[in-house]
């Protein structure tokens, strides 16, 4: 399983973004997913997590209400739409999937909320 990230950037306090996972290779295999992020000089935290139907999510306390995470199994992509962005969550955000009990990461890409 390959996952690659797309969509970070720069925004101004209060805008939005939208993180997509694309997901390549036995996708068929994969269950869970999830996003996370690590900002500098801090460990790696658990922002969203989904189950491989999408019908069960769960966020951090720290982005619920302002984060949701889905995810088009069609397309092999998982979203994650940031909305009301703070400073504190700018970070490196990191997507990964557990297929077959190994779990797989993606690259990363930067989010920068400016204030």
């Known amino acids: 399983v390959q996952l690659v990230e797309s969509g970070g950037g720069l925004v101004q306090a209060g805008g939005s973004l939208r993180l997509s996972c694309a997901a390549s290779g036995s996708t068929f295999s994969i269950n869970i997913m999830g996003w996370y992020r690590q900002a500098p000089g801090k460990q790696r935290e658990l922002v969203a997590v989904?189950?491989?139907?999408?019908?069960?999510?769960n966020y951090a306390d720290s982005v619920k209400d302002r984060f949701t995470i889905s995810r088009d199994n069609a397309k092999n992509t998982m979203y994650l739409q940031m909305n009301s962005l703070k400073p504190e969550d700018t970070a490196v955000y990191y997507c990964?999937?557990?297929?077959?009990?190994?779990?797989?990461w993606g690259q990363g890409t930067q989010v920068t909320v400016s204030s």
């Open positions: 989904i189950t491989s139907g999408g019908g069960r999510t």
């Open positions: 990964n999937a557990w297929a077959r009990g190994d779990l797989y």
